[in-house]
C-alpha cells in the first residue's frame, strides 16, 4: 500500500491549491482517507476526512468553509481543494489511512501508517 501526494507550491494569500492522494497496492479501488499537516515546530495536526464510498466527509474549523475533500474512485486519488489560503496553513500535508469516525460532529483522527512523503504548501506574500 503505497499513498503519494502532490500538487503543493507556493502561493500567495487568498490563493488556492488542489492537493491529491494517489493510493496504489490496494485490493479495491475506495478507503478512507485523512489529510494531515504538519507546521514548523508544530505537531501534525488533522486537517480532513472522507470515508471510502465519500458518503462521509469532514473538514477541521482550521480549514472549515474553504476547502472540500472528495474522491475520484476510477483514479484511485483523493482530493483537498484549499481556497481562500493563509499563511498559517503553510506546512507539508500528509495522506494516510484514516477510518474518518465521526462522533457527533467530531473527527477522532486513527492513522493507519505509513505516511507518504508529504507535499510543501507555502503561503507567502
Known amino acids: 500500500v503505497q499513498l503519494v501526494e502532490s500538487g503543493g507550491g507556493l502561493v500567495q494569500p487568498g490563493g488556492s491549491l488542489r492537493l491529491s492522494c494517489e493510493g496504489s497496492g490496494f485490493t479495491r479501488g475506495y478507503y478512507a482517507i485523512g489529510w494531515f499537516r504538519q507546521a514548523p515546530g508544530k505537531e501534525r495536526e488533522g486537517v480532513a476526512c472522507i470515508n471510502s464510498n465519500g458518503a462521509i466527509a469532514h473538514l477541521e474549523d482550521s480549514v472549515y468553509g474553504r476547502s472540500t475533500i472528495s474522491r475520484d474512485v476510477a483514479k484511485k486519488t483523493v482530493y483537498l481543494q484549499l481556497n481562500r489560503l493563509k499563511p498559517e496553513d503553510t506546512g507539508v500535508y500528509y495522506c494516510?489511512?484514516?477510518?474518518?469516525?465521526?462522533?457527533?460532529?467530531?473527527?477522532?483522527?486513527?492513522?493507519?501508517?505509513?505516511w507518504g512523503q508529504g507535499t510543501q504548501v507555502t503561503v507567502s506574500s
Open positions: 494516510v489511512q484514516d477510518p474518518c469516525d465521526i462522533y457527533g460532529r467530531k473527527w477522532l483522527p486513527s492513522p493507519n501508517p505509513p
